[in-house]
Nanobody, 127 residues
Framework: QVQLVDSGGGLVQAGPSLRLSCTAS????????CGWFRHAPAQAREYVAT????????DYADSAKGRFTISRDNAKNTVYLQMSSLKHEGTAVYYC????????????????????WGQGTQVTVSS
């Protein structure tokens, strides 16, 4: 069992950086393959980025490429999403997700790929 806690969201202006964190609430369980999704008003939950268990492989949605960086610190059971060049359309609830499914399945862009979800952290980007 993996329980995830998202944090780091808040109200920011467009442009500056913001780092989100996702930490396994039960430290006896190491965080598995993880991803980040976001859910904006009137939109479906959208894939943002993913990272393999080792951290050696990452992938980003087109909207995140070049601006967002996903990383992990397995010693801290934490996955990060560093967001830069924030835009107002980035306003959403961001969710950390985890799964035992393989990164190499190629299905990590889908919500059903993940078994565990954080509670979400609100990111509001003002114009």
């Amino acid at each position: 069992q993996v329980q995830l806690v998202d944090s780091g969201g808040g109200l920011v202006q467009a442009g500056p950086s913001l780092r989100l964190s996702c930490t396994a609430s039960v430290r006896t369980f190491s965080i598995p393959h993880c991803g980040w999704f976001r859910h904006a008003p009137a939109q479906a939950r959208e894939y943002v980025a993913t990272i393999s268990v080792s951290g050696g492989n990452t992938d980003y949605a087109d909207s995140a490429k070049g601006r967002f960086t996903i990383s992990r610190d397995n010693a801290k059971n934490t996955v990060y999403l560093q967001m830069s060049s924030l835009k107002h359309e980035g306003t959403a609830v961001y969710y950390c997700a985890a799964t035992q499914r393989s990164y190499y399945s190629g299905s990590y862009v889908h919500t059903w790929h993940y078994n565990y979800w954080g509670q979400g952290t609100q990111v509001t980007v003002s114009s």
